[in-house]
């Protein structure tokens, strides 16, 4: 059985209701990151969604040295800490070396292995050694039970807290499938599982010095992720899709968003029942 994890006042896994990791791609700016995330916890109080917001503080593996980053780690973990401390969210964000480990470690309730950088053993044994819990994500070179060697690098730390999550597995060049097949077989290594629609319909290096992608096909993913089975949704938003200074061609708009999860919720009901 899966184990449950603990992230602040949300729990995930078996028996669980369904989570949502949601936000920008990136901090823009200070002030589109507190927006986003006080219109993201107003919706999830009030709809009674476990959610645990996301942004990253550099996009560290974009595919032109001209992508726009974000501000940083000192200024980015500063406004990382506003949202936990003004919404009362739990936070996630992604790290590409030991050292960023300490200091994110200081401010965020999750921290995130990017999918590149999944078999970085150093890496995954400093997250799991900062107490907070873990979410790796599958590389897209990677089979399912390649996870396996993965969480234990995590767990021999005796950290426990792990999600692993489902990002898409490279089809070709500049292509991802998504198979549904890997959710129920992520979920025999013992941990939590999350699909991220969003990543999954990325289409890397396919508009030349960016990913591109099928941001209508994330939805469908979505709902099918959550029919086969799933522990959370992992799914990039935006106020307006179209000004987006990254992934703006996978994200899903805050508007969609809230429609999709309707839907999502109807499932989710219909698969427990």
Known sequence: MAKT????????????????????????????????????????????????????????????????????????????????EKFGLP??????????????????????????????????????????AVNVKKGQFLA???MENVVAKVASTGNRNILVTERGSFFGYNNLVADMRSLPLLRELGYPVVFDATHSVQ?????????????????????AAVAVGCDALFIETHVSRAKALCDKDTIIELSALRRLWAVIRRIEE???G
């Open 91 to 132: 936070v996630l964000t992604d790290v590409h070396s030991e050292a960023e480990v300490g200091p994110v470690s200081q401010v965020v309730d999750v921290i995130q292995v990017p999918a590149f950088l999944c078999r970085q053993t150093d890496l995954l044994t400093a997250a799991g050694e900062s107490g907070r």
């Open 144 to 146: 399912p039970w390649d």
């Open 203 to 223: 289409l890397p290096g396919g508009a030349g010095d960016r990913s591109g992608g099928n941001w209508d096909m994330a939805p469908h993913l979505a709902r």
């Open 5 to 84: 994890v603990r992230i602040g006042k949300t729990r995930i896994g078996k028996g669980c209701p369904l989570a949502l990791v949601a936000g920008p791609c990136v901090i823009e700016s200070r002030k589109a990151c507190v927006a986003l995330a006080g219109k993201l916890a107003s919706w999830a109080r009030d709809e009674r969604v476990p959610l645990v917001f996301k942004a990253s503080y550099d996009k560290a593996n974009r595919s032109s040295h001209r992508s726009f980053r974000g501000p940083g780690l000192a200024g980015g973990l500063e406004i990382l800490a506003e949202v936990r």
């Open 270 to 272: 219909a698969v427990a």
